[in-house]
């Protein structure tokens, strides 16, 4: 397992700190570690951060940002694909980053060095979790999927319903009663 980064050490607060100083444009990198150095010294503690440390936490937090971003593409294309509501457009966006991740354990399980018995154990207990990862998630996407439809089937339910309503009165609907009747469902 390899040994974790000098930035994921650091006490909460003060990587909280780092995450906001590398996240705003006016800080550079050598000005965030220069910061971060002084509050470890303020602290007492004993460790210190490199500019090389925090360059490769400050190039890890843009590829998790570009995942997210891209996570939040897909989300929009299955709500565009399958029509969902908004509502699930939250729940589509984590399912797809979550398979992203999925994916990419799948690709570094891989590369494990399956001969030494410890690793193939070790390798097996991560593909049974894996397997059983991404049957939640097609679970998760399926339910996702059936509640967007019933909440569109409900919005025409409720639709219908005040359209018998409004026509169940003997009078011809017009135009403008079924304009009216869209706008007090809808809102719009």
């Known amino acids: 397992m390899p040994k974790p980064s000098t930035i994921e050490l650091l006490p909460p607060e003060i990587k909280a700190e780092l995450i906001q100083w590398l996240n705003d444009p006016r800080i550079t990198q050598q000005e965030a570690t220069e910061r971060a150095n002084s509050l470890l010294a303020i602290a007492g503690a004993p460790e210190r951060v490199t500019k090389s440390s925090v360059n490769r936490y400050a190039v890890q937090m843009k590829e998790v940002g570009a995942r997210m971003r891209q996570s939040r593409e897909i989300a929009k ?18 399912n797809g980053g979550l398979m992203q991740v999925a994916f990419e354990l799948m690709m570094k399980v891989q590369d494990e060095d399956i001969d030494d018995p410890e690793v193939c154990s070790a390798t ?54 079924f304009k009216r009747i869209i706008r007090e469902s809808y809102g719009v």
């Open 77 to 94: 294309m299955y709500v565009e694909q399958f029509g969902a509501e908004p509502q699930g457009e939250t729940g589509m966006m984590i």
């Open 124 to 177: 097996v207990d991560k593909l049974n979790r894996l397997a059983l990862t991404m049957q939640r998630l097609e679970q998760s996407a399926s339910i996702n999927v059936k509640r967007a439809a019933e909440i569109k089937k409900q919005a025409l339910d409720d639709l219908s319903a005040k359209v018998d309503q409004a026509s169940g009165t003997g009078a011809a609907m017009t135009a403008d009663d």
